[in-house]
């Protein structure tokens, strides 16, 4: 009787720990999928602003989105690479 009890121990805890890391997963995969949709959103927005002749450029707003998809690129990276230890 104690094996049975210890087995089902050891098979909840087992679940209790799946549980959680597909959770994880899950909240990781959240935001992967947040980030790839703004860097999407800034890539399409960059190329509206580089179609323009080159004295109507909002230069700034360029260099902007150029920083952020550098943040958002090291934000994709971190969350493979969470998603990978999973």
Same mark, same amino acid.
């Given at each position: 009787?104690?094996?049975?009890?210890?087995?089902?121990?050891?098979?909840?805890?087992? *679940?209790?720990?799946?549980?959680? *890391? %597909? $959770?994880?997963?899950?909240?990781? @995969?959240? +935001?992967?999928?947040?980030?790839? /949709?703004?860097?999407?959103?800034?890539?399409?927005?960059? %190329? %509206?602003?580089?179609?323009?002749?080159?004295? %109507? +450029?909002?230069? @700034?707003?360029?260099?902007? /989105?150029?920083?952020?998809?550098?943040?958002?690129?090291? $934000?994709?990276?971190? *969350?493979? $690479?969470?998603?990978?230890?999973?």
């Amino acid at each position: 009787m104690l094996k049975h009890q210890e087995l089902k121990e050891y098979r909840d805890k087992q *679940v209790a720990q799946k549980d959680k *890391v %597909e $959770a994880e997963m899950l909240e990781e @995969g959240d +935001r992967l999928t947040e980030a790839l /949709i703004e860097k999407e959103k800034l890539e399409f927005e960059k %190329e %509206e602003l580089e179609t323009k002749p080159k004295e %109507e +450029r909002d230069e @700034g707003r360029l260099l902007e /989105i150029d920083d952020n998809m550098k943040d958002l690129d090291m $934000a994709i990276t971190s *969350v493979t $690479a969470t998603l990978d230890l999973l």
